[in-house]
């Protein structure tokens, strides 16, 4: 069976807990500068709990599937109920589930999301299942797709990365990426030997400044040099600012779509599975593809959980104004 896309990545169950007595507290010993405080050896009231799914491969699987692609995720979970469960969740998204692999060496991927009610949460996470899938669980002959979409890989799968990509390379298959920060730390000259045989790679703002080494105030640097190592279209992911996209030529900005966010969990996920469903539909253009994405993720945002708010093909979105600039090269820049 050819397939529209195959996702690798992790799936995992994702528990949800909101409670106005987890505070909030600045401190310096925080990463962050605050940090989400419990009173020791107090019982904790919460207002809300609710399990869902998530993981990145998962994640993305649900939106292509919702946009009525032939979809199918390959990947591992714990051979208990909890992977049960969720390759149950995945049939029922019309997901095909025959490329999963269950372990019993380590149980199901697990996150448990903090929120106090406002917009930072805390999120424990469990590594578990996922980072098992070994090149042996991978069915080769059988991964037959035009595109493979590789979202973060942790675990043994980070380092199946370059074997992935050439196997889709040999094979006529075209290659989305969004790499976590595993893949990130593979040795300088495998990573860019990945990089040349990318045509959709996403990153964040701060993700890009790391591969690059460039500030990340310095986007028109962090693109040239990115450009050199990929080949394919570059996104650039803003948070809250935005987007920007790079094609080698010209570079696409957009803002955000303004909404009361309820739930941030899934929003990079979203964003990129929308925006190549948008790039495949419209063959190959970037503002349809920038603005799908940007209302997919919107669309998640205010919906609790990673999937259960996700654009279905036949809905109707909001499209976000795409602007053009022809500066990449110099800097007399034109905007279209």
């Known amino acids: 069976m050819k397939y529209d896309i195959i996702t690798f990545g992790s799936a995992s169950r994702d528990i949800f807990l909101k409670s106005s007595n987890f505070l909030v507290v600045g401190q310096k010993k925080f990463v962050t500068g605050k940090g989400l405080c419990l009173s020791l050896g107090s019982k904790i009231g919460v207002e809300d709990i609710r399990f869902l799914t998530g ?15 032939k979809t199918a995720f390959c990947g591992m979970v714990g051979d208990e109920l909890a992977g049960e469960s969720l390759i149950e969740e995945l049939k029922k998204l019309k997901i095909d589930t025959k490329f999963i692999s269950k372990t019993k060496k380590k149980t199901t991927n697990y996150s448990v999301i903090l929120s106090s009610g406002i917009r930072e949460r805390t999120i424990l996470t469990y590594r578990g299942a996922a980072g098992e899938l070994s090149s042996k669980d991978i069915p080769w002959s059988k991964l037959d797709a035009k595109w493979l979409y590789l979202a973060p890989l942790s675990g043994k799968l980070s380092f199946l990365s370059e074997k992935i990509i050439n196997f889709a390379k040999k094979n006529g298959m075209k290659v989305a990426m969004n790499p976590g920060a595993s893949q990130l730390s593979l040795p300088k000259t495998r990573l860019e030997r990945i990089l040349k045989n990318i045509d959709l790679l996403f990153l964040n703002q701060e993700e890009a400044s790391i591969l690059t080494k460039i500030p990340y105030k310095n986007e028109k640097e962090i693109f040239k040099k990115i450009d050199k190592l990929v080949p394919g279209i570059f996104i650039m992911t803003k948070g809250s600012k935005g987007v920007v996209v790079s094609d080698g030529k010209q570079l696409y900005k957009s803002e955000i779509i303004k909404i009361k966010a309820v739930d941030w969990t899934g929003a990079g996920d979203s ?7 948008g790039l495949i539909f419209s063959k190959g253009d970037i503002k349809y593809a920038i603005q799908l994405g940007i209302a997919n993720s919107a669309a998640c945002l205010s919906v609790l959980g990673a999937k259960n708010g996700l654009l279905k093909k036949k809905d109707k979105w909001k499209k976000v104004k795409v602007k053009v600039e022809s500066c990449l090269k110099n800097n007399n820049c034109k905007i279209k």
């Open 271 to 277: 964003f990129a599975s929308g925006f190549l469903s």
């Open 55 to 69: 993981g990145g491969g998962t994640n993305t699987a649900a939106t292509f599937s919702n946009q009525g692609f």
